[in-house]
């Protein structure tokens, strides 16, 4: 043994001999310990060391970080605003700082969004919420607005989210029990009187000792074999370069209600100011200049010409190349075979137009099996305002011209004539709402009238210029474009001052309003503005006019049997004289009361000033047949012959009348009114021209629908009776064999005359009340086609057509006309059938009577042998027709030729 060995065994010896006292003095105290308190020291031990210290539980954030220092939700995690009258629908009221999270069913916030629609607080996400695949949606309550915009609840519509709010959850309740419990803890030592509780021994890190597993950690690295692949993405070239569509839009355009709190406006103290560089630029090709040395010669005048040199080898080469092969005669001898062919090809891209499209000349597919929803007609949007739209009725609607997506509609109260006449006098206010589908909550604005109105319309060729039609008679112009403006100018003052709704839907009074005693005496039912250029004048003498792009003059009729014709040239005559007079006719878009000026021109009466007095410049007057006053309801015109100044005027008894506005030379009491005829039970509430036919007209009555020609008496087609009342009705501006119809259950009715003609084609539902108006949105587009429906409790319908009812089919005019004119021989045909056995039959009362008198018996025998020859040859002409018609569709033919096999005839 070294002497190295001896010391280190002295030294072990030592130290055990140190270390046994110690330990056995250690023992000792512990046992002392366990006298004095039991075994309580080691359980508070053992639960220190259960409870553990609570910032060693993490929790994941519920949010995502941006970089620029804001929060944003998880995916799946939607942020909005609810109010406590949501939270009470719902049924989420105790949601708050004390109770942060709930969850609902999905079934409770759908029924919410399908009630109330785009009132709503969820209507901006659901679209998201019908998608979720959650049955309980999570609802957590953003008291601290972590986003910053303003919401004050979010939603959880995803599986993964709603699993770090449950874990996130899960761990907060966890810590805060746990500190629940330290401090439990604490407060029961401090009552016991202890200052510090014990804790337990620290332990001793010893260092790591390799034991091989750093050589396995080795063995399992991935070592390369190979050079990486270097790989490079870059865009494609055709897509570089590309065209760009920047267009400008005003901010007013793009704002959404629903979305956006604080409506923009234009800052009359901003002023842009742009700085201008001035820089040339001058791009030339790279140029190089070098030098050479060359031997000098003397200068000598000569001409030199360059020819190719072609060496010996190339030329041997091109012979062989050129050389004539057996495959020289089989490619000319190819191409003597496709000459005719590809001549014949030529030949035909000159004479047929290669750039046709094909696929238009194909049958429609929608007629054949497809997808159903494509064929419905489905609500595009629909329009009502609690403070103009409730309980009220939709009269008439018109979209405005020259603007893509705003249609207006006239609200009315839904009053009887006794309590009309309870009302009378008072004061009171009508509207029509302007609405852009841009903002489907609030009117861009509305215009004031004194009275309800049931008829107005836009200018076709200037939509600054409104007619309308009142019901004590009156009529209503309202000049926009400069109201507008005077408008934009207030509304800009009054931002910082005002941010009540009722500033933001300004209301516009009219310009003009008639005379009381110049116009009807009863309610306006419908207004009709007159072809570009027409004129009336004071004589009842149609002229043209100088200016063929603009109307001057509208037509209204009314329940008290005349037709007036209004000149707006003179309306803003006497407009002007009035201003410059100080007049109170209706300031020029003044957006005060409109009661005062009717109120004005009541009070003035006959007596008022004549310079700014608006009555009709001519008048023709509608009777009956029997005698009386036509009671008009609607009028038809041909818009598309500014000289035909025939009209169609339908009544309220169920007629319809043909009469001309044009009085005749050297005719001084003339008749307007050339025909009436019975049309239908009850009154005409729609009589329109087919867009593609001027001579066939539509009239829809109580309870079916005909189609009329000009100058025939009887209709040659008449609809089979319907189950409930018919309401509206009108043609489709784009296929000629369409016709819509809306009824009393507020269901409408599309007509395809061209599929079938003994019941509607498609049936589909739009209100639970009556519908009152009807307006196809007549557009150049065919990708789209709406049509704005209006209904008894004051809401605007949009409904979006399938295409299979937008888009004609191929001949569909050449094929609606010869229905026209199948159904037109028909009904000669039954006229004139009628015609002769009514003759035949007064012929026979007459030989009775003769008989009875005592005439000769051969004469009534010679009688009755011409009738039984009439019939005979009535029911050879039904066998002939008969016979050709099986002919035609082979219906003799065996079973085999027979089941669907129609030659083409």
Known sequence: ???????????????????????????????????????????????????????????????????????????????????????????????????????????????DIRFRGVISDFGPIKKEIESSPLELLILRHNEDDIYGDGNNLEVCVSEG??????????????????????????????????????????????????????????????????????????????????????????????????????RPFKDPNFELVRLEKEIGVQAIPETTDCGSQATKNRQVNAVMQYEAFMSENVRSNRREKFQKTDKDEEIAAFLDRVRPLYEKALQQNELYDIFEDKFSLLAEEDHGPGNKNENNITEFQSFTYWKYSNNKVASCIDWVPGEDNV????????????????????????????????DPIHPQYVLASPFDIYAFQFNPYNKGIVAAGCYNGQVILWNIEDAKKQLEAQRSADDDEQGSEETLIPSIAPSMVSSIDKSHSMCITDLIWLPAGVEVTKDGKVAIGSDDNASSFFATTSVDGRV??????????????????????????????????????RRRGKDSDKGTEWKATWSVGLVREQGGDLAATKLSFNL???????????????????????????????????????????AISTLQRSPFFEDIVLSVGEWSFKIWKEGLSSPIFASASATTYLTMGCWSPTRPGVIITAREDGMIEVWDLLDRSHEASMVSTVSSSSITSLKFYESSSSSYQLLAAGDSMGKLH?????????????????????????????VQYVGSTLKTFKNIADDSNKLLDLGDKGVDQDLQDEQQQSMLELIEKSEQEYLKLEKEYREKFNLDAPNGAANGEVPVS
Not at 252 to 262: A, D, I, K
């Open 1 to 111: 043994m070294t002497e190295e060995e001896a010391g280190g065994q002295e030294e072990v010896a030592a130290k055990e001999a140190e270390d046994g006292p110690a330990e056995a003095k250690a023992e000792e105290t512990q046992a002392a310990e366990a006298a004095e308190g039991g075994d309580k020291g080691s359980d508070e031990e053992e639960e220190e060391e259960e409870l553990g210290d609570p910032n060693d539980i993490v929790i994941p954030l519920s949010y995502v970080e941006k970089e620029d220092g804001t929060n944003a939700p998880l995916k799946g995690v939607l942020s909005i605003f609810v109010t406590e009258t949501t939270k009470k629908i719902v049924n989420i009221e105790s949601l708050g700082p004390e109770n942060p999270m709930m969850t609902v069913e999905k079934a409770v916030i759908v029924e």
């Open 161 to 262: 989210a709603a699993t770090v709010w449950n874990e996130v959850l899960e761990l907060t309740q966890k810590k805060a029990e746990l500190i629940k419990k330290i401090a439990e803890r604490e407060a029961r030592d401090k009552a016991m009187g202890k200052s510090k509780r014990k804790k337990k021994k620290k332990r001793v890190h010893k260092p790591w000792v390799s034991l091989g597993s750093d050589q396995e950690i080795l063995e399992e690295k991935v070592v390369d074999t190979r050079d990486r692949i270097q790989m490079v993405f870059h865009r494609q070239h055709g897509e570089l370069n590309q065209a760009l569509d920047l267009t400008d839009k005003d901010a007013s355009e793009l704002w959404n209600s629903s979305q956006m709190e604080c």
């Open 407 to 438: 249609v207006a509609v006239a609200i009315t109260e839904p009053l009887s004539f006794n309590e009309r006449l309870k009302i009378s006098g008072k004061p009171r206010t009508s509207y029509i709402l302007i609405w852009s589908f841009t």
């Open 564 to 601: 007036l014709f209004w000149d707006t040239k003179v309306a803003k005559k006497k407009e002007s004289e009035a201003g410059e007079n100080g007049g109170e006719a209706g300031g020029k878009g003044s957006s005060g009361n409109a009661q005062g000026s009717s109120g004005s021109s």
């Open 640 to 682: 598309k012959d500014s000289l035909e100044t025939a009209f169609f005027a339908g009544s309220m008894d169920g007629e319809i009348a043909y009469a001309e506005y044009h009085k005749p030379e050297d005719v001084q009491h003339p008749e307007y009114t050339k025909m009436t005829i019975d049309a239908h039970f009850g």
């Open 798 to 826: 949009i409904l979006e057509l399938p295409r299979n009812l937008r888009r004609p089919i191929l001949n569909e005019k050449e094929i609606m006309q010869s229905f026209c004119e199948r159904e037109l021989e028909r």
